[in-house]
């Protein structure tokens, strides 16, 4: 039998992801030392409270049947969590929670989207703000994102486009750039995306994790942002419930009853315990957040100001759980370097051309390791001699 799989197929190869952790397995069955700061996966603990919350609706023979829909409770949390972090109200019927943000990106161009439809997407940009709504049939145009124009699309050189829009997807703190939303921008792109009737969908998984003092913002904030505009909230990063995959989108009540019908096709609702579980999350104190993204700026100096001191210009992120840096005078290919740096050091990053034409040249690296363990991982960069290549 000769297979004929979809020709979309085409468009995606094997994830980088699955690529590096194959090497790392390969570096590590050879005895080598790995630092692994590739994958995005906290490393950090969900809270005591969120496992106990689990736990005890696990114990629940009720809780095993299909949820069907959020339970009351926990969009209420999200309500009160909106509230007292953003300073943004919303309504019951402005909330509904997603299988993870990734899920969420992935269906809702299915929900907006006719085949042929433009969608504006960030270039470099987390690759599934582009698989989403490929898959929905749309037509991609990328928006640069670079030091030149302060890592914020041009709004005007966008508004022909933005005429034949869709919706256009925006992200700050940004994955991978690591940067957050100057001052005043979301009060510019709101008006903006309100006159050429373009939804904004913003991914807001990282505002919870802001450095040097920068404060994380939700769009929503921004008067008339609900008139055009949905929010992806994750509790991943936040909360550490990565494998849980809870997010909420919240915002625009049309687009939200919309996605919410689509989704009723496909989905039978979040297993109930992990709906607990994050209500407890949301309920929960902020001083372990704030606490957390202290470590992570820790983490982000030991990296970023260690490399630089190595002599590798690594700038310091902004925001995220990443750094993203232009690769060592020397190499040409980011995946090159990214495979000769995992030999030499043992120090896996991801390499930017993942994340599109602009993230060529670049590597992320993810801050996902203790402060002496990424010490140890720059003083292996440092005596490997790779920054000394001409």
């Known amino acids: 039998m000769e297979l004929h799989v979809a020709s979309r197929m085409k468009n995606y190869e094997e994830g980088i992801f ?5 090497k790392k397995e390969e570096l590590t069955a050879q005895g080598k030392k790995v630092y692994n700061l590739s994958v995005g996966t906290p490393d950090f603990p969900p809270s005591q ?4 919350a689990v736990t005890r609706a696990a114990q629940d023979p009720e809780n095993y049947k299909y949820a069907l829909k959020d339970l009351p409770e926990l969009i209420d949390a999200v309500i009160r969590r909106y509230r007292k972090r953003y300073g943004v109200e919303l309504a019951g019927d402005e909330v509904m929670s997603v299988y993870g943000s990734q899920e969420g990106i992935t269906h809702i161009g299915l929900s907006l989207c006719d085949a042929g439809d433009l969608v ?42 933005a005429d034949r ?3 256009m997807i925006v992200s700050y703190p940004m ?10 921008f979301y009060e510019r792109l709101v008006p903006w995306a309100a006159a050429h009737d373009l939804i904004i969908i913003h991914d807001n998984a990282y505002s919870d994790i802001i450095f040097d003092g920068r404060k994380g913002r939700s769009i929503l904030a921004v008067p008339g942002a609900k008139e055009v505009c949905v929010e992806f909230f994750s509790l991943s990063k936040t909360y550490n419930y990565t494998g849980a995959r809870m997010s909420f989108l919240v915002g625009n009540q049309e687009i939200i009853a919309n996605f919410k019908k689509l989704r009723s096709q496909i989905d039978y609702g979040t297993f109930l315990p992990v709906q607990y579980g994050a209500i407890a999350a949301l309920e929960g104190p902020d001083e372990p957040i704030l606490k957390q993204c202290a470590e992570y700026q820790r983490r982000r100096d030991a990296l970023c100001g260690g490399l630089r001191a190595a002599g590798w210009n690594v700038p310091d992120s902004e925001g995220t759980m990443f750094a993203w840096a232009a690769i060592p005078e020397g190499f040409q290919d980011d995946v090159d370097f990214v ?20 993230g060529r040249g670049h590597v992320r690296f993810a801050l996902t390791l203790p402060v002496s363990e990424i010490e140890e991982a720059v003083e292996a960069v440092k005596k490997s001699g790779i920054l000394k290549q001409s």
């Open 49 to 52: 409270e969120v496992m106990e």
């Open 165 to 167: 829009a869709k919706f």
């Open 175 to 184: 994955n991978p750039i690591c940067k957050c939303a100057p001052e005043g």
């Open 18 to 22: 699955q690529i590096l952790n194959e």
């Open 339 to 358: 495979m000769q740096l995992m030999e030499r050091t043992g120090v896996l990053c991801t390499p930017g051309s993942s994340f599109g034409t602009l």
């Open 120 to 161: 504006l997407v960030p270039d470099p940009g987390y690759p599934i703000f582009g698989i989403g709504p490929s898959l929905a049939g749309a037509v991609l145009e990328t928006y640069p994102l670079t030091e030149e124009n302060g890592y914020v699309p041009d709004l005007e050189a966008l508004s022909e486009a």
